[in-house]
């Protein structure tokens, strides 16, 4: 499994938008579902949302639904998380992965992490 890069957090106010990257240098990048997880402060990592290799979307958490979108360019080895309308409870590192998904949950395929990407909401 290739070794995801997360990128693009920062400080943002509430009602503000990032985009983050996440990036691998893999031939076979388009191979792999990637997911993103977030670990607010204090709280245990959660899966957000996934994109299969073939496009198919999942969404996890009501929390961002309709806020939060992802996307891939496999040509670039790259996927996006694409984050809109940002609240405090947003607040957290970001993680990206090699994910298996599936209907109610999502979990990484491999035990490691990356560094993640901090996102920080506030005022």
């Known amino acids: 499994q290739p070794q995801f890069v997360e990128s693009g957090g920062g400080l943002v106010h509430p009602g503000g938008s990032l985009r983050l990257s996440c990036s691998a240098p893999?031939?076979?990048?388009?191979?792999?579902?990637i997911g993103w997880f977030r670990q607010a402060p204090g709280k245990e990592r959660e899966p957000i949302i996934c994109i299969t290799g073939s496009g198919r979307i999942t969404v996890y958490g009501d929390s961002v639904k309709g806020r939060f979108a992802i996307s891939r360019d496999n040509a670039k080895n790259t996927a996006y998380l694409q984050m809109n309308s940002l609240s405090l409870e947003d607040t957290g590192i970001y993680y990206c992965?090699?994910?298996?998904?599936?209907?109610?949950?999502?979990?990484?395929?491999?035990?490691?992490w990356g560094q993640g990407t901090q996102v920080t909401v506030s005022s």
């Open positions: 992965a090699a994910a298996n998904p599936e209907p109610e949950t999502m979990t990484p395929l491999s035990g490691s």
């Open positions: 893999s031939p076979f990048f388009d191979y792999w579902d």
